[in-house]
């Protein structure tokens, strides 16, 4: 039996503001229902053996930062759709 209902989706909705259709509750519901069956699976794995992390990527896993040359300005200010005294122009966005 599903445990997340139409009914559970329409109450979410109206919390949210939303406007749903009766097919988007009904896929809704079916979508929630698998996303929570997944975290079960998820939470019924035995980690016990497995070594606590903050970050899924080791040091080791990292390049070293090193610097590099970067383009030359004026191939940059070629691709710019305009550009002016060797800078990009750009609409003005503040009144």
Partial sequence: ?????????????????????????????QQLDQILTYAESIQALDVGDVEPMSHAHTAEGFRDDTAAEGLPRERVLQEAPDAADGLYRVPKVIG
Avoid at 14 to 24: K, M, N, Q, V, Y
Wanted: glycine share 0%; no cysteine; charged share 20%.
């Fill in 1 to 29: 039996m599903a445990r997340v209902t139409v009914e559970t989706v329409e109450y979410v909705a109206r919390l949210a503001h939303l406007s749903l259709t009766p097919e988007e509750q009904t896929l809704f519901a």
